[in-house]
């Protein structure tokens, strides 16, 4: 990919247009001490294609994580159709055993 194109995992070593930027904000994040955060959340995102807090602590604790921000359109269709069967399953069940028990007449409109 062209992002990793001479990125070296540091961001120290990072190239900017302008240098006084760069040094600006590498002296800012050194003052943090967050300067091993940013190299983090910048290699999840290199290798998962998306980074957020909750997932580089699943990547600090599983390791990477590789595409983590893709997803499959028919595995959405399955789990919707499962969740919609569900559902539907419940209300007609309810739904028959009241009819039953109204048949028995245990049952009745005074309820």
Known sequence: SQLLTGYTGRLRDASASKEEDKEKILEELIAS???NDVDSAIQVLLHSGVSSPML???VANAGN???ASSWNLSMVVVKWTGWVYVTLYCI???AE???????IGHCDSTY
């Open 92 to 94: 007609f069940n309810r």
């Open 65 to 67: 994580l590789e595409q």
């Open 33 to 35: 001490g967050m300067e």
């Open 97 to 103: 055993v009241h009819w039953h028990l109204m048949e």
């Open 56 to 58: 580089r602590t699943a």
